[in-house]
């Protein structure tokens, strides 16, 4: 069966007065500001309409949903028309059979007849219209002016006509079939706020126009897929659909992307996806979507795909296919040799941030229970340990403090080293639609992003400070707010610990983090950051969202306490509107954390030391657990390195190209006896593996994932496992082959053991999620529904606790010979590595990384928009196109990542984070030069492409 | 591990903390790396500090004394998983 939410027609008032009507002789009670329509279709009561849908606002100029009002002269539209106490409706009667009538009639007129070959048949509705108002025929006929034939009898070239536009890969765009309902530019305004569509022309001449008419693909849309689901007709249409017909059934599940965590709907057929459209039910979305998880779902599919187990002794070898049995025995059987050698200590494994709740869990049970050591850490070492540290030092938990629908309430938002469009791309469309009602926006990053100005934004602070000062601003900002009285002192004295405060009190009022003595560090002027100081503390309410800009840095962790001092200080922790809020890469980040991924803490961020705990996970897992923290993923490969650390089971990441100084991490790689992958394509990493375990893409997964908000979402599965197995069974395969006993019968028994096991997560189970649809942990005796929001009327660990974040500069500085600072980060149609996205048309949008450079900076070196440059630091240089923009200020440099070749890390050097070594990708000192020679790094990743990836015939 | 990587990483923790004064500090740093460096870093990090290795920060050295000594941790040969059923 297909899911079909209801389209009440008009979006639900937030209004708490009630308004009592009468509709058609039923009563009903309905918030005020509510329209007829809605108040029409909670009675179930269905009026026609085509240019109104629930996810925008009405618009009345169809004139279909017109109905009767007793005492009313004329016959207004339901969808513009709000309630009032009393009235009588009547939304069916002759006279208004015959009008709507007459208004379909017009549209039918100018609209092609082919309803048994177009692409929406069965899924449109003006063809449900035409049909509930009983349209019979046309009089008009259809040889007039029109819109819908290339040539008209007797007038030749019809002017009129315009060709499908089909330059989107995942949609087209036919103009013959519109009926400018502008449902599409709507979307495009209020759900998405690209401002991509317009209605172009007036009366019988208006139209859709993508841009300056240019097309959709040369235009600024950014292929989110909100038009196409608006759309009521067969315009904006799926290439899916158009090639594969209308789907049968669909399953919710969650997109494995980006931290959003977005709720979808897969469309299906038997067990092939159609499409994949947006859940508005979706607790992170609420029926929203980004290009990525609406319309990058076919690397599933992709012929590159590995769907069979593979062993080689040597790297150099070919692969050799084999049987699940084989496999897991190969690899068992190296484990095993390799500790009787070298000690249980020598082997570990990294668990997969893009992997669901369950899967990563029985990684590090296996980790810690077969392998017996804590030699387990997880991606987010690289991308936001910083957070859990610093939040966790502050308030007492490891992950953000709101639900994303907090943005609603937000007056003052303060985004500091995130690119949300790009990033977060469905968050920064509910935070960019808040922005459009009104709150005031702060950007603190070195790039001029989409954030700080895009059509109807702009950012009344943008503070373009130099990489690796950020605790430098954050300091400076609680500066001005404390020395010029506008703390929160009510807030402070009775939440905050008082002893801790006055001491920070202390070190914050010291002139040298005034915004003046910084400004030549941060090169930011004193004055934007006073202005921005006093908005945020004065402004009401204060949200702060964060990417990786804060935490992959030497002073991640500080700068996380330093957003947290400042929340408090300003009273802005624990009611809607307000928080610290990480914005998470990975889909399931903040999962992989929860589930006990870091080598010293287990399930639940308790750390392995406390002998309570341990008793406990003793008793469930039957097991010994070693009471000594163990290696992160730089330790491991320093001790790969070193000769100590010789085997390890990597869960669906590719540290050779995500992980810092890329030469490092392959000669670690090179190092080891006994590398295990399990990823569903032969990634860089691979190319150093000896066993490859194919595992499954989040069509074929059954868990869960939890989002950026903690939110807990269902992962269903739609098509059975391509290779046969889900993961956590071969990972508990494994476990026994290494002489644990470890099985499941199913992933809910997972999740049932993990709640059983962490107290944040006792009232967990798939029933629960199925009830709610999702539940944000913590979920307890004390919340059995959950937590949407964290810190209410007290913090996790009691006071909240400021931390002194004293500013100390990066070793890492431009220097002579490599005078500018390269600093990192994503584009919106590419994925981390893009080992997903570079295997679908999302490349269409970014077929390369490119190197964005300022003019001043190209020019200085000779380098003109577009050349190839060969990009150097002290660790290691590649080569890419530039790309020249005023995006960029003087003396910084920006790339992605998403394209192997790039090697982006073999720059990146081995600095990081004080408190959780979280690589600093965002500070390398470079030199750029033009160039048209491949790197030597890239000659060596030509040759490993070839060599390393063979596959032996059978 | 080399050293100065040690050092460095050693010495970030003691930037940090040396805001706290020194009593405070030097505990603090002793917890951080108790809690969260592995045993064969602690061990490297001892020889470091026996080789008399200059660079380190003074309440890094300050720290040494409260820093847990590692056995040699699960790094020898014969030292397996208990439920290892092996010859
Ligand atoms: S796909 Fe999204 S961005 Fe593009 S035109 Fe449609 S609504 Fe606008
Ligand atoms: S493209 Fe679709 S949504 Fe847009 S105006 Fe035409 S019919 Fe309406
Ligand atoms: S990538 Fe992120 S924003 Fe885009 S659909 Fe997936 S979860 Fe939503
Ligand atoms: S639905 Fe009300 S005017 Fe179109």
Redesign the pocket.
Known sequence: MIIKETDFGTPKSEATQMVTLEIDGHSITVPEGTSIMRAAMELGTKIPKLCATDSLNSFGSCRLCLVEIEGRKGTPASCTTPVAAGIKVKTQSDRLGNLRKGVMELYISDHPLDCLTCAANGDCELQDMAGAVGLRDVRYGYDGDNHVSAKREGVGENFRFKEKDESNPYFTFDPAKCIVCSR?VR??EEV?G?F??TIDGRGFASHVS?GMDEG?MASE????????QACPTATLTEKSVIKKGQPEHSVVTTCAYCGVGCSFKAEMKGDDVIRMVPYKDGGANEGHSCVKGRFAWGYATHKDRVTKPMIRTRITDPWKEVGWEEAIAHAAGGFKSIQRKYGRGSIGGITSSRCTNEEVYVVQKMIRSAFQNNNVDTCARVCHSPTGYGLSKTFGTSAGTQNFKSVEKADVILIIGANPTDGHPVFASRMKKRIRAGAKLIVADPRKTDSVRSPHIEASFHLPLRPGTNVAIVNALSHVILTEGLENKAFIAERCDTVEFSRWTNFIRDPKNSPEALEAETGVSAEDVRGAARLFATGGNGAIYYGLGVTEHSQGSTMVMGMANLAMLTGNIGREGVGVNPLRGQNNVQGACDMGSFPHELPGYRHISDNVVRDLFNKVWNTTLDSEPGLRIPNMLSAAVDGTFKGIFIQGEDIAQSDPNTNHVTAALEAMEMVVVQDLFLNETAAFAHVFFPGTSFLEKDGTFTNAERRINRVRQVKAPMQGKHEWQVVAELAQAMGYDMKYNNAAEIMDEIALVTPTFAGVSFKKIEEMGSVQWPCNEKAPNGTPMMHVDGFVRGKGRFMITEYVPTPERANRDFPLILTTGRILSQYNVGAQTRRTENSSWHPEDVLEIHPHDAELRGIADGDMVSLTSRIGGTTLRALITERMPQGVIYTTFHHPVTGANVITTEYSDWATNCPEYKVTAVQVRPSNQPSEWQKDWETREEENKRVAAE | MESKDMVRMANQIATFFKSYGAEEGTKEIATHINNFWEPRMRSHFFDFVAKGNTGFDPLVLAAVSMIRKPADHATQQGDLPKHGEES
């Open positions: 599409c979307a495009c998405q690209t991509a569509l993508a959709f849309c950014v292929s989110c897929g909100a038009c196409v």
